[in-house]
């Protein structure tokens, strides 16, 4: 019997059309999350859930700094070296397939880790195993900067509607925390966190232009009113639409 083709998670959805910042913050998030670090061209990062590698191109740029960048999602990974060579930044970023869950690094290896907009994908067993990872290869006193998605939820069922609601949406199963939930992530592991949270705007049309420019903006809204994209496109644009106000997005430091 042929094999039902699963629909492609929301972010790969989202790229298809162009999107290049798959975080929930966009960023305003990602720049506040990145000016908590001493970024200098010593300072050896680790991007885990690198994706196509903006981020990593955009530290490498302004600081010379050595970045590794981590994703299992082998496509993602070939654009992110397409990407990492028509910048010329070979020489100092290494693109690495890989699970967060088991790092292929020695115990403080790192002077920061970047993880956006993945950890909200884990269950919550497996959350605690990748912030474990994160810690270990960190050197003391060495942050993790991380941006997901909390629930601004009135009590746990409508916690769990949200969960359910934005796992429809995007098309795979997440488990979005409140804030005090992530922070409490974050302790267990042995880090001091600080957070800032702020609007979700992934897909505002406000959120768009900022991320990607007008051009950029206005190319995603094209494709994703072609036939074949527009009811993926219509049901997730809508979820955000109607919830959007009930998420936050969540950056917190964490210092080893
Ligand atoms: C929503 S995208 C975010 C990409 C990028 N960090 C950004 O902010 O634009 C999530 C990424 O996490 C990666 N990912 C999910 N689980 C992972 C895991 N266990 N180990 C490594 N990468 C993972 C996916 O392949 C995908 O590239």
Same mark, same amino acid.
């Given at each position: ?5 699963? /629909? ?13 910042? @798959? %975080? $929930? !913050? *966009?960023?305003?998030? &990602? ?91 884990? /269950? ?13 290869? @960190? %050197? $003391? !006193? *060495?942050?993790?900067? &991380? ?110």
């Amino acid at each position: 019997m042929a094999e039902e083709k699963r /629909p492609e998670p929301g972010h790969e959805f989202l790229a298809k059309l162009g999107k290049t910042r @798959l %975080r $929930p !913050g *966009g960023r305003e998030a &990602t720049e506040w999350l990145l000016g908590q670090a001493d970024f200098t061209a010593d300072t050896r990062v680790l991007e885990v859930a690198c994706n196509m590698g903006t981020t990593m191109v955009a530290l490498a740029e302004a600081h010379g700094c050595r970045v590794t960048g981590l994703d299992m999602n082998p496509k993602a990974l070939e654009k992110a070296r397409a990407n990492v060579e028509k910048h010329d930044l070979s020489d100092v970023i290494d693109v690495v397939e890989g699970n967060a869950l088991a790092l292929p690094f020695p115990d403080e290896s790192f002077d920061v880790v970047i993880n956006e907009a993945m950890l909200t994908m884990l /269950p919550r067993d497996k959350k605690a195993v990748a912030v474990g990872e994160y810690f270990r290869v @960190l %050197r $003391p !006193g *060495g942050v993790l900067l &991380t941006h997901d998605v909390a629930l601004r939820a009135r009590d746990e069922e409508h916690a769990m509607e949200l969960r359910a609601g934005i796992s429809r949406a995007i098309g795979v199963n997440v488990d979005p925390l409140t804030g005090e939930m992530w922070l409490s992530v974050f302790r267990n592991a042995g880090f001091e966190p600080e957070a800032k949270t702020g609007d979700m705007t992934l897909l505002d049309p406000a959120g768009l232009v900022r991320d990607e420019g007008f051009d950029g903006a206005m190319r995603i809204i094209r494709n994703g009113l072609r036939t074949e994209n527009f009811d993926r496109f219509r049901r997730m644009f809508n979820f955000f639409f109607d919830h959007g106000k009930e998420f936050a997005y969540i950056a917190v430091v964490s210092t080893k």
